[in-house]
């Protein structure tokens, strides 16, 4: 699992080079649909503000700046292609306070 440090005031944005695995249903992403969500423990979780795919094995990750507060995040990524969906992502991202 990859870990991710940025601070409450700023803007983060992450690109996911999402490999597929041989034999997986899905083997791009073109015409397929993202979604990318953070969760901490105890607390709801939070939608990426912004998910898009850049190409057939790259998707963006956007949260902009006071979106997360402090703590540590559970983040993940999903991807749905010809109906079928899978989580091609998984990251800690750990938010420190701004001053």
Do not use: C, H, W
């Amino acid at each position: 699992m990859t870990a991710i440090t940025t601070f409450e005031a700023d803007d983060l944005i992450i690109n996911v080079n999402v490999t597929f695995e041989p034999g997986s249903e899905i083997t791009a992403l073109t015409g397929g649909t993202v979604e990318a969500y953070v969760e901490r423990e105890g607390a709801a979780r939070v939608a990426a503000n912004s998910v898009s795919i850049v190409d057939a094995d790259t998707i963006r990750v956007a949260f902009n700046e006071n979106t997360l507060a402090e703590g540590v995040y559970t983040l993940q990524v999903r991807a749905t292609v010809d109906g079928v969906t899978q989580t091609v992502a998984e990251a800690v991202v750990t938010v420190k306070g701004s001053l």
